[in-house]
């Protein structure tokens, strides 16, 4: 089944405590991106990676890394996360070429708590 | 100036009828746009995409984009109470490689 597989799907940290949430695609697709969504302010995107070692700021980027070492693979790294990085983060991924392709897949999110 | 702009809702309409939902965008470079479908707690689905000018249908879904006016819509045929969700406009800027999300126009079918 074609899909974008996050985890953890929950997860409560304490400020400080760097944490990694991972992400794996198996589409093949070159495009992924890492967005959060708040109440009132929707998805925002952090990072996207157009291929692997090819990264990019999105609207959010701060308090965020990302690395794209494998094709399938784009893992989000919180270094030392705060609290107003609690929030709804999503992964998702998307092809080139073909209408479709350009529309994003996402995974079933990671709901993150910073204490 | 957000770039996706969408009425938050909700948008009530009774079973049956036509739930209209609307979008405009400010980046004159864009040139795809999205219709997502998020169910409370879920993950957004696409359930449109139009580049062209026009309208695009499919089932009971009509997307509708116009250039000149940088507005982008989304019409619901014979809603269902199935429809009662949030959906999100998108569209890309920046080349294809960023994806900018409208807010969200939460939509309640009433049965």
């Known amino acids: 089944e074609a899909q974008v597989t996050q985890n953890p799907r929950y997860l409560i940290t304490v400020t400080g405590k760097k944490l990694t949430v991972t992400c794996s695609q198996n589409m093949n697709h070159e495009y992924m991106s890492w967005y959060r969504q708040d109440p009132g302010l929707g998805l925002r995107q952090i990072y996207y990676?157009?291929?692997?070692?090819?990264?990019d700021k999105g609207d959010v980027p701060e308090g965020y890394k990302v690395s794209r070492k494998e094709k399938r693979n784009f893992p989000l790294i919180l270094e030392s996360p705060s609290p107003n990085q609690t929030s709804l983060y999503f992964c998702?991924?998307?092809?080139?070429?073909?209408?479709?392709?350009?529309?994003?897949?996402f995974g079933s999110g990671t709901r993150l708590t910073v204490v | 100036q957000k770039e996706v702009e969408q009425n938050s809702g909700p948008l009530s309409v009774p079973e049956g009828a036509i739930a209209s939902l609307n979008c405009t965008y400010s980046d004159r470079g864009s040139q795809s746009f999205f219709w997502y479908r998020q169910y409370s707690g879920k993950s957004p689905e696409l359930i449109m995409f139009?580049?062209?000018?026009g309208d695009k249908e499919d089932g009971r879904f009509t997307a509708q984009l116009n250039k000149a006016s940088q507005y982008v819509s989304l019409l619901i045929r014979d809603s269902q109470p199935s429809d009662s969700a949030t959906y999100l406009c998108?569209?890309?800027?920046?080349?294809?490689?960023?994806?900018?999300f409208g807010t969200g126009t939460k939509l309640q079918v009433i049965p």
């Open positions: 139009i580049y062209s000018n």
């Open positions: 998702a991924s998307r092809g080139q070429g073909g209408e479709n392709f350009y529309g994003y897949t």
């Open positions: 990676s157009m291929n692997v070692e090819v990264t």
């Open positions: 998108a569209g890309n800027s920046g080349g294809y490689q960023k994806v900018t």
